[in-house]
């Protein structure tokens, strides 16, 4: 099944991402050509507080929406994921985390790119100021943890990380009220 690449050049080299094309050849012999995305890879967090959870709503020029998202950025190249993630807490919702654990790794769109993305959960909040990047305009959202199924239901949650995040949360929640944990 793996593809051996035996041809590749980059198509743009940019700020945050750089684009190649590689040739491939198939397990059948043929020749393929693949585009690939090169990206650093991100952190993504679900800061949890009282049963609450901060989420950020931004536009995304990308998807031409404002989408309600939970906490995330891009990594620097060689920055610590769990750095990132305080990191962007402080820099999106103005918190930092006593209590700061990775959950999952996982490629958000392994079709089209090398990107990794970090997926953490955090609790134990202590408020800080908020340090958003110069071309970042962001609204804080608190969400009460029972109106979470409501939002998803309704498809107010169109980001894939901030539904992961989400699910992982309700899964989380029932498992804890079925043990009685």
Known sequence: MKEKIINEKYLYKGKIINVKEVEVLLPNMKVAKREIIEHPGAVAILPINNKEIYFVKQYRVCANEILLEIPAGKLNYGEDP???ALRELEEEIGFTSKKLDLVHIFYPSPGISNEILYFFVAENLEK????????EFLEIIKINENDLEKLIEENKIKDAKTLIGIYYYIRRKNKNDYWGS
């Not at 800080?128 to 071309?135: G, V, W």
Request: glycine content about 0%; aromatic content about 10%; overall charge negative.
């Open 128 to 135: 800080r100021k908020t340090h958003p990047d110069d071309d």
């Open 82 to 84: 769990y750095a990132c």
